[in-house]
Each structure stands twice: as C-alpha cells, then as structure tokens.
C-alpha cells in the first residue's frame, strides 16, 4: 500500500489536549477579581481558538458592557488569567483518548507538527507536562503573527521543512481557523468534531469523532 499522508499538523487545544477546564478556572478567576459574572465551562468552550488575549476579550465581550469599561477591564482581566493559568495550566489538562497510543505507535510512519494560536511558554509548559513534546519535529505557537492561524503560513513553513507535497500533508483542528488555514495552504482539512470548535460554514475535507477514527481515515486515504 502506498502511503499517501506523510505528515500531519495538530492544532492543540480540543484537538490533541482537553484544556477546558483549566482554561475556564482561569478565566472564571479573572473575571471575580474584577467583579465580573463567571462562565460554564460550556460557555468558555465557545471562546476558546484565537490564542489568549482573544480569549479574555471574548469573555468581556459576551458580557456586553459599555465600550469603555470593557476595554479598560480587558488588560486588567487578561493579568490576572495568565498569572492564574501559569500556575493552574496543568491541573485538570490531559491529552484525549488514544493520543498517546496514536503518537507512539506512528511516530516512525509520520512526521508530525503543532500549530497553535496558543503562546509558546504554555504550549511548551503543557505538552513537556504531558511527554508528548518528543514527537513533534515543529512546535509554532500564536506569538509570531505570520504563524497564527487562518494565517496559512505556519502550515506552508513546516510543510517546506518537511519537504512534503500539498497533497501528502493533513492538518487536523477543532476550529475555523485550523480549516481555513489548511484551505489557504492548499493541504487538506480534518475537523476534530470532539473539540471545543465550530466550523462558521467552512467545510473540511475530512471530519474525526477521536484518535480511532484518525487512524482509520488515515488507512482510507493511504488505500487509495
């Protein structure tokens, strides 16, 4: 059988890591020390994507305060989140079924990548927590602005390093953003329909419900 996919670009957070949690304590701490309402954790989900700042300012913005004092608690807010998350960020955080496994078993079969609005110091501090730092030949994260996604050319970089065509690269997430990017890189699209994501009318390539399923489209696609 040939194989087709050579390597495989993960966005993070809902793709590869459950960091909801952690992600909502911190916010919902951020929030009570400015005298603002907390969130769900199903509410935060929906904030989740464009890095940290977005983040905060999604969380003030759903509150639909007055403009000027929504920008002036936005600084404040994000503050206090990454002095909470630096010291929470790995409490309740762990990698979805079957990554490890998955990471493991086919780390000799393909190259693999993070791509993350993420910052780098959380990226790095989570997935060395987690061991899984060791499989991955890139790590771009959200503080270079070229690399944040839908900007394509975090995946157009690793895909040039890798020295791979379009077609034999996969990039895989649980946002917009992942799916836009990977259109705009011209590489195909994979949804992790298990994350904390949403499409806004893009249509993937590909969608996944976990890491079984990956392993099966992967077969699909290298069979043909």
């Known amino acids: 059988m040939a194989q087709k996919i050579k390597g495989i670009i993960f966005d993070l957070d809902g793709t590869l890591i459950d960091s909801l949690m952690d992600l909502t304590e911190s916010v919902n701490y951020a929030l009570q020390k400015v005298g603002l309402e907390t969130y769900p954790p199903e509410i935060v989900k929906n904030f989740v994507g464009n890095g940290m700042r977005s983040l905060i300012e999604n969380s003030i913005n759903h509150l639909n305060l007055k403009d000027e004092k929504a920008q002036s608690l936005k600084e404040e807010c994000l503050k206090y989140f990454l002095e909470h998350y630096d010291t929470n960020c790995i409490h309740h955080t762990t990698t979805?079924?079957?990554?490890?496994e998955f990471l493991q078993q086919n780390s000799e079969i393909y190259k693999f990548a993070i791509l993350t609005n993420k910052s780098e110091y959380f990226t790095n501090k989570i997935i060395e927590h987690l061991k899984i730092k060791k499989y991955f030949s890139?790590?771009?994260?959200?503080?270079?602005?070229?690399?944040?996604?839908?900007?394509?050319?975090?995946?157009?970089?690793?895909?040039?390093?890798?020295?791979?065509?379009?077609?034999?690269?996969?990039?895989?997430?649980?946002?917009?953003t992942d799916i836009q990017a990977a259109k705009s890189a011209g590489v195909a699209s994979v949804f992790a329909i298990y994350g904390y994501g949403r499409l806004n009318g893009l249509l993937?390539?590909?969608?996944?419900k976990n890491f079984y399923?990956?392993?099966?489209?992967?077969?699909?696609?290298n069979s043909k």
């Open 96 to 100: 979805y079924f079957g990554v490890e």
């Open 138 to 176: 890139h790590i771009f994260s959200g503080d270079i602005e070229i690399y944040k996604k839908p900007n394509p050319e975090g995946i157009t970089k690793i895909q040039k390093d890798w020295g791979f065509f379009n077609q034999e690269v996969l990039m895989i997430g649980d946002h917009y």
């Open 204 to 208: 993937p390539e590909y969608s996944i």
């Open 213 to 221: 399923s990956l392993k099966q489209l992967l077969h699909v696609i």
